[in-house]
């Protein structure tokens, strides 16, 4: 009989993918979700649905005694509460996966290591706060619900940590924002020097690395998952241009120069200084295995190039009106 997997969340992005993974590899899926977006696997053979809030505890409950999941993952807690809860709910499955956050860590080493580097504090303000300030820490708090719930309950819950997720079906627009500049432009503004780095992560290589620490990770334990090699902000800039079959010339501007504009660096999408670099040793000596980063590029790329081409409407990065500003300036230096 095959195993059961229950997905709190699961029709959007890195859910969708997740699904794909478990089905792949045998598993009947069950989603549980509020209802309120349209269902991509409503037809799918070996998919069912359950409806209802994840933070009404009755609902949770009655998730649990519908489907009676080997596997939890939970996709979708946001706040410790949500942790604590559904560690409480789900105490006896085979294994409980919580998708925390690489934005847990609380201190600035090259690499942030699961053993090592130090998580966010969670004030009991930033527990129940809704802001992106507050984020990071009530994913750490999290985590540290992870490791009671497996220390003080024998839960044989875990948590996955990744850093900023690209793919297909990515609704933020961070990449494709990158993607439609090639497609539309031959001259491509890059914060700073052009060496920024931020780790990222292809959504079926954070989905493989789920699956992965249900099957084999060990209680009590977190995991980073991230893409195996690193690129810097230029060089994946020119390799989107590379996938989409384009030309381009990056541009280099500090924060002086963009500045003509009334752009900062931080305006444009994956921007970060200092450096965020996860280690992923740990998940891999699980026998976890990530997809390869080029391929990665090519299959986003792809899916946004049929999906929406380069005239699609972005809510993430500047205008490029105000780039076009910046490009003057730097043609009378």
Known sequence: MPERALLIGGTRFLGRA??????????????????????????????DHVEG??????????AAETVDPDVVVDLVAYYPRDVRVATEVFADVDAYV????????????????????????????????DSWDSYGARKAEGDRA????????????????PPIVYGPHDYTDRYRYWIQRVRTHDRIIVPGDGTNLWHLVFVETVARG?????????????????DRSLRTLGDLVEAIADAAGTDVEVVTACGRELAAGD?????????????????????????????????????????????????????????????????GVLETL
Request: hydrophobic letters at 35%; a negative charge.
């Open 98 to 129: 919580y998708v925390s956050s690489g934005a847990a860590y609380g201190t600035e080493t090259i690499p942030k290591r699961e053993d090592e580097t130090p998580l966010e504090p969670c004030s009991e303000e930033q527990a129940t706060d």
């Open 53 to 62: 809030d994840r933070r009404t505890d009755e609902d949770l409950e009655a």
């Open 146 to 161: 992870v490791f009671a719930a497996a220390a003080e309950a024998d839960v044989n819950a875990m948590s996955v940590r």
């Open 263 to 327: 752009l900062e660096p931080g305006d444009f999408p994956l921007y970060r200084d200092p450096p965020h670099v996860l280690s992923t040793a740990k998940l891999a000596a699980l026998g976890w295995e990530a997809v390869p980063v080029g391929a990665s590029i090519e299959q986003t790329v792809d899916h946004y190039l049929d999906a929406g081409g380069p005239d699609a409407d972005l809510e993430a990065g500047p205008a490029r009106e105000a780039e076009d500003r910046v490009l």
């Open 18 to 47: 997740t699904v794909e993974e478990f089905l792949d590899h045998g598993y009947e899926v069950t989603l549980f979700t509020r209802g309120n977006r349209e269902d991509p696997f409503a037809d799918r053979e070996g998919v």
């Open 210 to 226: 789920i699956r992965t620490v249900a099957e084999r990770g060990t209680a009590g334990e977190a995991y980073n998952v991230g």
